[in-house]
């Protein structure tokens, strides 16, 4: 069963942007956010809401991401915006539940060159 089913990514150029939509299951999550891997690298947090509504940002991302949910706090939205080669990475959508069981996406790959 596909908890988390993630869309949006693509090849974009420098200055542009995209936006990541990861739709979950139903209304029973605590945390939701992204995090993403570039080539060689481990993976990082880049957003993250919890229920309440607060955000928190990698300090990289900070001014130029913001991650949202839908009203019914089952799909979870990164807009990027300012994108820069070094944000190049697949990105993962993240989810916790109530129950404490962590969930991610397939993934999805962000290319941002010219």
Known sequence: QVQ???SGGGL???GGSLRLSCAGSKNWYTIMG???QAPGKERELVAQIIRDGTATYADSVKGRFTVSTDSNKITVYLQMNS???EDTAV???YARTVLRNDYWGQ???VIVSS
């Open 91 to 93: 990105y993962y959508c």
């Open 107 to 109: 993934g999805t790959q």
């Open 4 to 6: 988390l089913a993630e």
């Open 83 to 85: 994108l820069k080669p």
């Open 12 to 14: 974009v150029q420098p």
């Open 34 to 36: 992204w995090y993403r």
